[in-house]
């Protein structure tokens, strides 16, 4: 709140300020695993206000490109629900261990903390890994 206080006078709207304040995260990535038919979905969210951390989640879904009048299945299927996406990061970045969220009607979903943001200019995600819910990585 200070920092923007000391701006209130500049001639920038308050989204400009909030902009210029806060770091914007990644849209959703998609791997397709075009063998399989399935595709896993990353995403991002902040760990707390910290800018430095985020946490990283994946989740499998089916690979589904068509998308028509008929097609009206949102959950997914037995295949993509028996699946679940490991990702490996640079060796640069701090990574907690995985932690499993299930949901019955989307299936499960990993998620870890991602620290030290600051040390790299590029990509963080080195690989993702696809692999059955019941076999080991």
């Given at each position: 709140m200070e920092h923007?206080?000391?701006h209130i006078?500049?001639?920038t709207t308050v989204l400009e300020m909030l902009t210029k304040t806060f770091q914007e995260l990644p849209n959703p990535v998609h791997v397709d695993f075009t063998e399989q038919k399935l595709r896993v979905i990353i995403w991002y969210d902040y760990a707390g206000h910290f800018t430095n951390k985020v946490y990283v989640f994946s989740s499998v879904d089916d690979m589904n490109d068509e998308i028509s009048a008929e097609c009206t299945r949102l959950k997914p299927t037995p295949n993509a629900l028996s699946h679940i996406a490991h990702l490996r990061f640079s060796?640069?970045?701090d990574v907690t261990?995985?932690?499993v969220i299930e949901d019955g009607a989307e299936g499960v979903s990993l998620c870890v903390m991602l620290s030290n943001l600051q040390r790299s200019s590029v990509g963080c995600l080195d690989r993702a890994n696809l692999s059955h819910l019941n076999s080991e990585d």
């Open positions: 923007l206080l000391q006078t500049d001639k060796e640069c970045f261990d995985e932690k």
